[in-house]
């Protein structure tokens, strides 16, 4: 069996040659049986870029996901750009590292041991990741943790567990598929300015689902918008917003005049699925 290419979890992320984008899609389609998830996608992301993606309720963006991740085969230029280099995409598998949209903690490890399981499983030294996950678990609001098994926390800490997991693998491009989906208003706000300093001290590049506008305008460096099913890039707008960014810029005149943009834009292709509301 061949198996994907893995590298030693003690390298640094491959550098991307200059003037490259780190991914570049061109006219990505899939299709399941009967449903075409997704038509004609192009999408560049440069290296240290974060790009946010929003859209209708299955349009495929988890989908877009998986297939970036490795995880599934697109119908038919199955050939990306990647770091530089064209590669099939089921040979992305293991050189992305991918927050899935449920958090996929196992249940019967620790904190720990969870955040260690994509080292692990590529064969680095155990004792090693678990020195490194003790040295992380501040940095995650996590420190005294360690021990804990997933029904022992809460629905953020979970998903600070799952992305210190992501964190750990070094990979450099990060695929985020709505990491704080589950959060009350304020815990989000609090990790997504956390996240930001995360990714701001690792350097890495980021691409983001989410499904607030608000979210993905804060974060992003960019935003895409997707369309309803078939899924395809309807919109890509720059966020001309200074870093780092501030609670406050949410009032701010250019992040309103963006948003009404976006949400228009959104609300357009959620019709397509829900039609409108009939009252
Ligand atoms: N493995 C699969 N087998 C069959 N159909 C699938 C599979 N994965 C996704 N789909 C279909 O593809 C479409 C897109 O799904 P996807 O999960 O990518 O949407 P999404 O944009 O992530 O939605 P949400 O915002 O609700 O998470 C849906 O119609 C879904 O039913
Ligand atoms: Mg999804």
Known sequence: MNMPMTYPSTMEPAMTPADEPILDLRKLSKTFGEVQALDGVDLTVQPGEFVTVVGPSGCGKSTLFNIVSGLEEPDNGSVLRFEGQSVHAKHLLGRVSFMPQRDLLLAWRNVIDNAILPLEIEGANKAEARAEAQRMLPEFGLAGFADKYPHELSGGMRQRVALMRTFMFKRDLLLLDEPFGALDALTRTMMQRWLLEVWQKHKRTVLFITHDVDEAIFLGDKVLVMTARPGAIKLARTVDLPRPRSADL??????????????????????????PASH
Not at 253 to 274: H, N, Q, V, W, Y
């Open 250 to 275: 949410v009032t701010s005149p250019e992040f309103i005049s963006l948003k009404r943009e976006l949400l228009d834009a959104i609300e357009e292709e959620s019709m397509k699925t829900f039609g």
